[in-house]
T-cell receptor
Framework: GAVVSQHPSRVICKSGTSVKIECRSLDFQATTMFWYRQFPKQSLMLMATSNEGSKATYEQGVEKDKFLINHASLTLSTLTVTSAHPEDSSFYIC?????????????FGPGTRLTVL | AQSVTQLDSQVPVFEEAPVELRCNYSSSVSVYLFWYVQYPNQGLQLLLKYLSGSTLVKGINGFEAEFNKSQTSFHLRKPSVHISDTAEYFCAVIQAAGNKLTFGGGTRVLVKP
């Protein structure tokens, strides 16, 4: 149990376009979902925390108008990179906290590699 | 706020040799500690975690880690590595009263035959 999926796994887009990444908890309900970005050979940096039905909380330095997060249900959160530019190219990873469990439960998706040309 | 330092960015090791990955953390409050493994182009998989109790924690794939509160460390060890252990390893902490993971910079383990 506790599987998190991401779609797409890889996306290439032109500069100026918007890209939507989905994060789903397949076999559990997620109270909270987290979005991270990871540059090559670097660690994960938390971008934002989203709770179902409420606005996401963004980390300092992350533009909320550029990285739109929607957490419409207990099993789905989406990250939309608006007007993407080459510097947005990165590996985006989501994680989900399982409803009813402690703060130590966080399950990671397989990641989405975004390349902006 | 908390921080995590992984002292080694890369660790080359021969197959069947032991390996230790170092992790030190800083926090003004109690934390939970984690080690994750990341294979190329994949997400993170939990190896083990320390919440409370015994300071020696055993995880999957033969890994173990020891929590040392006085030294604020949580080093990861494996007595005999396999080629398949080649991956990136991340140490992470979360405040006991919070929900945000803070990751270390990662240690790349390269197992040589």
């Amino acid at each position: 149990g506790a599987v998190v999926s991401q779609h797409p796994s890889r996306v290439i887009c032109k500069s100026g376009t918007s890209v939507k990444i989905e994060c789903r908890s397949l076999d559990f309900q997620a109270t909270t979902m987290f979005w991270y970005r990871q540059f090559p050979k670097q660690s994960l940096m938390l971008m934002a925390t989203s709770n179902e039905g409420s606005k996401a909380t963004y980390e300092q330095g992350v533009e909320k108008d550029k990285f739109l997060i929607n957490h419409a249900s207990l099993t789905l959160s989406t990250l939309t990179v608006t007007s993407a530019h080459p510097e947005d190219s990165s590996f985006y990873i989501c994680s989900a906290g399982r409803l009813g469990t402690g703060r130590d439960e966080q399950f990671f998706g397989p990641g989405t590699r975004l390349t902006v040309l | 706020a908390q921080s995590v330092t992984q002292l080694d960015s890369q660790v080359p090791v021969f197959e069947e040799a032991p390996v230790e990955l170092r992790c030190n953390y800083s926090s003004s409050v109690s934390v939970y500690l984690f080690w994750y493994v990341q294979y190329p182009n994949q997400g993170l998989q939990l190896l083990l975690k320390y919440l409370s109790g015994s300071t020696l924690v055993k995880g999957i794939n033969g890994f173990e880690a020891e929590f040392n509160k006085s030294q604020t460390s949580f080093h990861l060890r494996k007595p005999s590595v396999h080629i398949s252990d080649t991956a990136e390893y991340f140490c992470a902490v979360i405040q006991a009263a919070g929900n945000k993971l803070t990751f270390g910079g990662g240690t790349r383990v390269l197992v040589k035959p």
